[in-house]
């Protein structure tokens, strides 16, 4: 606690111990309800600086520097002092985690958007007809006539984790797993018998690490840019 705290807690602690309002305290120094609502608020307060400070002991008998330092409180106002400090602090957290959340999906929403465009245009360079798209979700033609689909997962921070559909009818053919590079975006195109492998029971999400390039442990090698296992 620096100085400007113990200072505004001491006033306070002195406004309550003599039991009278803001407004006489106000009063008794000279100054007005505004002022010392200024310097005694619980956000953002301004500094009481010396000569109040000083004027505050001399206008109620205390001795020189008594503001400055910390007094026996009463344990109900330290207590709720401690408490209120800790409030504030969530607040402000609060307030920045919200600003961040919001920063991230907004980032997210613009990466998810470049990578499914992305994802489009080699799916038609490789002879594949693109039929239906949305939500990171693909349904495409093959050669054949074959219908397929593929359901997209960009690993971002906070999100390495594909949640697989607990019932094959809800299952896609493939999942496409973006693996963003220094220099280059892949995908790897898992066919839907071999990532059934890599989850279980126990644990249907397949954990994608992109720094050694595995899921569930395995390497996506064998499935990086297989776009003919379509």
């Not at 006033?11 to 309550?16: G, M, T, V």
């Not at 007005?32 to 953002?44: A, C, F, R, T």
């Not at 009463?74 to 409030?87: G, M, N, P, R």
């Not at 593929?150 to 921070?157: D, E, R, V």
Request: glycine share 6%.
């Amino acid at each position: 606690m620096d100085i400007r705290q113990i200072r505004r807690t001491n006033a306070l602690q002195l406004i309550k111990e003599k039991g009278i309002t803001k407004a006489k305290f106000a009063r008794t120094l000279g100054k007005s309800p505004q002022q010392i609502n200024e310097l005694l608020k619980e956000k953002n307060p301004k500094n009481i600086g010396h000569k109040i400070a000083r004027q505050i002991e001399e206008s109620f008998g205390l001795p020189e520097q008594w503001l400055d330092q910390k007094q026996n409180q009463d344990e109900s106002f330290t207590a709720f002092s401690t408490v209120l400090d800790s409030y504030r602090q969530a607040e402000r957290l609060a307030a920045t985690y919200t600003q961040a959340q919001r920063d991230w999906l907004k980032g997210r929403k613009h990466v998810t958007r470049q990578i499914e465009d992305e994802l489009e245009s080699r799916l038609l360079e490789n002879g594949l007809q693109l039929l239906d798209s949305g939500n990171s979700e693909f349904r495409v033609a093959t050669p054949s006539k074959s219908l397929v689909t593929i359901s997209l997962f960009i690993p971002m921070p906070g999100f390495t984790g594909w949640l697989c559909p607990p019932i094959t009818p809800m299952q896609p053919d493939f999942l496409a797993i973006a693996l963003i590079g220094d220099y280059c975006l892949d995908f790897a195109f898992i066919p839907r018998e071999e990532y059934q492998v890599l989850r279980s029971k126990e644990k249907p999400r397949i954990d994608i690490n992109t720094k050694d390039g595995t899921a569930s442990g395995k390497s996506l090698e064998p499935w990086v840019n297989r776009f003919d296992l379509i």
